[in-house]
């Protein structure tokens, strides 16, 4: 597999995390075209990059799959601090110029950039994570029900919080982050009205840097647990990572986000506090479009993945929480309630 571009990404000041500022060589993307035979595939990663132990992460593990079951050659793209559409132009032209089919933009920041690139390959797949608002023949847009997992997490949040009061962080205030809070909001008050809900947002539009700084998202989750929160719900990417590690310095709880956070290997040193995690099945997404045009049938459209499917869940890795035979009870029921359509979760607050 072939990286290229990678981002200096800050970490925690703690060897547990290990996510240091390194650059990574490798030949440039314009250079991969220089590959014969085989089927070639790319992702660009959003913000934080590969190694945030959450969404990115989960991108790579579906690529990773896909060279393992399919035998296609996969090229990581990572971003550049501060980068622009330009950039993201750039890397999306040279990803497709390469040969690679599909090029999957991982984030909703990619949308400009495959609405300017889609068009001029028009034989190339362009796959685009968590957004629907730029189409075409060649995109497909490959998307989930956050709310609906977040809505499970908030049932779990209210089941076991002994201070009755519970935190949720969001990494920048876009519309897809609000649906995680409005989904938790909700699951928390439909299962114990009494509960507050605090909610901070690390930074606001057009700074996106709420997804890649542990350090912020440690600082709001302390200042959340000093006002009382015993648990902690953040979605806000690589600065999660920082909420999970304020939590369980407490001996609170945090809940992940995006990946299973309880089995990711960076943040071992904190499992033990990891109640739970309100997964998106991105790896799968990413591995049926790059088997879909493999086969022949590249994927096109809206492609949305909710709870019925299991496109988005609540993780049950940490044996303390399946313990919690009550709180999975409630959880399960929450569950059943939305495929049936009984309980239905807002997606914005």
Do not use: H
Request: aromatic content about 6%.
């Amino acid at each position: 597999m072939r990286r290229i571009t990678r981002i200096a990404t800050v970490g925690i000041a703690t060897t547990a995390l290990a996510l240091s500022a390194t650059a990574c060589g490798g030949k440039k993307s314009s250079e991969a075209g220089s590959d014969k035979g085989g089927v070639k595939t790319a992702i660009a990663y959003d913000i934080g990059g590969r190694g945030d132990q959450s969404f990115n992460d989960a991108a790579y593990a579906g690529l990773e799959k896909a060279e393992k079951d399919l035998g296609v050659k996969g090229t990581e793209a990572e971003p550049s601090e501060g980068e622009a559409d330009p950039d993201k132009i750039q890397r999306l032209t040279s990803l497709a110029r390469a040969g690679n089919n599909p090029v999957i933009g991982v984030g909703f920041s990619y949308a400009p950039a495959i609405a300017a690139v889609a068009p001029k390959f028009p034989k190339t797949t362009f796959g685009l994570i968590d957004d629907t608002s730029k189409t075409g023949k060649n995109i497909a847009n490959l998307v989930f029900n956050e709310e609906q997992g977040s809505y499970l997490a908030g049932v779990a949040a209210a089941k076991v919080t002994k201070s009755n009061t519970v935190g949720f962080i969001g990494g920048v205030e876009t519309p897809l982050i609000k649906k995680f809070e409005a989904g938790f909001v909700q699951g928390v008050k439909d299962t114990n009205k009494n509960v507050n809900v605090k909610v901070q947002y690390l930074t606001q539009p057009p700074d996106f840097g709420g997804f890649s700084k542990p350090d912020l998202g440690k600082a709001a989750a302390e200042g959340q647990l000093d006002a009382g929160a015993d648990v902690i719900y953040a979605a806000a990417g690589l600065a999660g990572s920082g909420s999970i590690e304020a939590a369980a310095k407490k001996k609170k709880w945090a809940i992940g986000v995006d990946s299973d956070q309880y089995n990711q290997k960076g943040l071992a040193a904190y499992k033990e506090y990891i109640l739970t995690s309100v997964t998106k099945d991105v790896s799968g997404a990413v591995y049926n479009l790059i088997k879909s045009v493999k086969d022949g049938k590249p994927q096109s459209g809206e492609i949305r993945y909710g709870l019925d499917k299991d496109g988005v869940g609540l993780a049950t890795s940490n044996p303390a929480f399946t313990k919690m035979t009550d709180v999975v009870a409630a959880v399960e029921k929450a569950k059943a309630g939305i495929i049936a359509g009984t309980i239905k979760v807002k997606t914005a607050p």
